[in-house]
């Protein structure tokens, strides 16, 4: 009898197609009611999470930006979208891939595109729960904001990565 751990299969990018619309809302929501609790309240997590409410906005937000969104065995597990090539506007994994390398590669797909685009700072506003993630990946803190959603406020943080002193090997 074989004692071996399943291995899990590597995660994969793809572009965003409008039938992820449904599964990655859920992937949204999932995250910031699963992941957030330590630094956000319920109240604030539910005004957070009700973004994804409107489907058909949620897709129309999506579908408006470079939307890359990452796979396990076919399944949608994380996405990140970018505007603009100078903003990180969404970057959400599912909890059960958490510590997978799913949000590493979703967000190194991203800066590599804005950098090939010409971008030389790539911005973010990471709620408190990423905030340490964008700051292992070398985004420096600009300034603390808060943001109304509905009757609560959500804080978080502007953070810039730059591209222009990074070395690049050849």
């Avoid at 899990?8 to 992820?20: G, I, K, N």
């Avoid at 970018?82 to 990180?88: E, N, S, T, Y």
């Avoid at 959500?154 to 990565?161: E, F, Q, R, S």
């Amino acid at each position: 009898m074989s004692t071996a751990t399943p291995v899990t299969p590597a995660p994969a990018l793809r572009p965003y197609l409008a039938s992820d619309a449904p599964v990655l809302a859920g992937i949204f929501r999932a995250a910031i009611e699963e992941l957030t609790g330590e630094d956000y309240s319920p109240d604030q997590q539910e005004a957070w999470a009700a973004a994804a409410d409107d489907d058909a906005e949620f897709a129309e937000r999506l579908a408006g930006q470079l939307t890359l969104v990452a796979t396990i065995s076919g399944q949608p597990v994380g996405f990140i979208a970018l505007k603009g090539d100078k903003v990180i506007d969404l970057l959400y994994v599912h909890p059960a891939v958490v510590g997978k390398g799913v949000a590493t590669l979703l967000c190194g797909a991203a800066e590599a595109l804005a950098k090939a685009r010409g971008t030389s700072v790539l911005s973010v506003d990471a709620s408190d729960t990423a905030l340490g993630f964008f700051q292992q990946r070398g985004y420096e803190a600009q300034r603390r904001n808060t943001v109304p959603r509905g009757t609560v406020w959500l804080g978080n943080t502007t953070l810039h990565k730059s591209f222009s002193e990074e070395k690049t090997l050849q």
